[in-house]
């Protein structure tokens, strides 16, 4: 079983930035591309962006490319998501998960960011 732990959300002015973290703990996680989805009150929720098990390959939704950054560092089995010249459509609960994007197998309990106008 494979247990993910976000943290780093909050309130940002737009324009701004905050960085993301997930922490993953359980076994084999190396064997799997590790994520963040977000869901705004009221929407269903949806990818933002994935890194494979290496870190060498990334994939992100349109409307966060250019401005969020995946990365990995499996030495200390952590993912980030840097997100940069954020909007007020940015604001949303963001859950971290493990497994491909199309069918994750694994979520956390999201974090809440907050993007005043």
């Known amino acids: 079983q494979v247990q993910l732990e976000e943290s780093g959300g909050g309130l940002v002015q737009a324009g701004g930035s905050l960085r993301l973290s997930c922490v993953a703990s359980?076994?084999?996680?190396?064997?799997?591309?590790l994520g963040w989805f977000r869901q705004a009150p009221g929407k269903e929720r949806e990818f933002v962006a994935t890194?494979?098990?290496?870190?060498?390959?990334?994939d992100y939704a349109d409307s966060v490319k250019g401005r969020f950054t995946i990365s990995r560092d499996n030495a200390k089995d952590t993912i980030y998501l840097q997100m940069n010249n954020q909007k007020p459509e940015d604001t949303a609960t963001y859950y971290c998960?493990?497994?491909?994007?199309?069918?994750?197998?694994?979520w956390g309990q999201g974090t809440q960011v907050t993007v005043a106008s």
């Open positions: 890194v494979n098990w290496s870190g060498s390959s990334t």
């Open positions: 998960n493990a497994g491909p994007p199309e069918s994750p197998l694994y």
């Open positions: 359980g076994p084999n996680l190396n064997s799997y591309a």
